[in-house]
């Protein structure tokens, strides 16, 4: 069982929805981040939380807006957003931001139709 | 700007035998963190293995180690005695010290061939 859980694994959305997607962290990290994974491209971080305030926003179009309630919770509520937005959103845990490694959820494949 | 560049897009290997993976990165920093993870087909990505650039030592971790080129900027990763479970996509990884924005190269997809 991964210690970083991703729901939903698949999300198909039309372009006017509302969705969010949840992360949540077992592992006592205080780090948390959103990473965007498409196809033959590097992935791109978007969002970056310390102890469950934001430390990094990477020009993330603000279609997309994260919330961190606490450090084990993580959330990227979605809204009006692009066909060109369909792609592989990681969820990511660290015990800090510093020098320590991440820990990768399963991720949620998103369709933006 | 730092950058990662893994030139094998697609590689494969026969069973027990080994493979080599390149990366080569691009930055001005002295101190900084590499990694190579592997992505199955379950999607999540998994860390394989880590080296700290003050180490002049290659890191390994059972069958799998690094042959690190500080000067040329090289961190190639080598799978010894592949197995149909390292099939997966492996991509390398940089960070800056004391800060976790960790930029990917675009991926190598590994095929193990039984």
């Known amino acids: 069982e991964t210690g970083v859980t991703q729901t939903p694994r698949h999300l198909v959305m039309g372009m006017t929805n509302k969705k969010s997607l949840k992360c949540e962290q077992h592992l006592g990290h205080n780090a948390m981040y959103w990473y965007k994974q498409s196809a033959k491209k590097p992935l791109e971080l978007m969002f970056v939380y310390n102890f469950k305030e934001q430390t990094e926003n990477n020009s993330v179009p603000s279609r997309f807006s994260p919330e961190c309630p606490n450090s084990s919770h993580l959330f990227l509520h979605l809204h009006t957003l692009q066909p060109e937005d369909s792609a592989l959103y990681l969820c990511a845990s660290s015990q800090d931001v510093r020098d320590s490694p991440l820990h990768f959820g399963n991720g949620t494949r998103l369709t933006v139709t | 700007a730092q950058t990662v560049t893994q030139s094998q897009p697609e590689m494969s290997v026969q069973e027990a035998e080994t493979v080599t993976l390149s990366c080569t990165y691009d930055t001005s920093e002295n101190n900084y963190y590499l990694f190579w993870y592997k992505q199955p087909p379950s999607r999540q990505m998994i860390l394989v293995i880590r080296?700290?650039?003050?180490?002049?030592q290659n890191a390994t971790e059972n069958r799998f180690s690094v042959n690190f080129q500080k000067a040329a900027k090289s961190f190639s990763l080598k799978i010894s005695d592949s197995q149909l479970g390292d099939t997966a996509m492996y991509f390398c990884?940089?960070?800056?010290?004391?800060?976790?924005?960790?930029?990917f190269g675009a991926g190598t997809r590994l095929t193990v061939k039984p």
């Open positions: 990884a940089f960070t800056q010290y004391n800060n976790n924005d960790m930029r």
């Open positions: 080296q700290e650039a003050y180490k002049q």
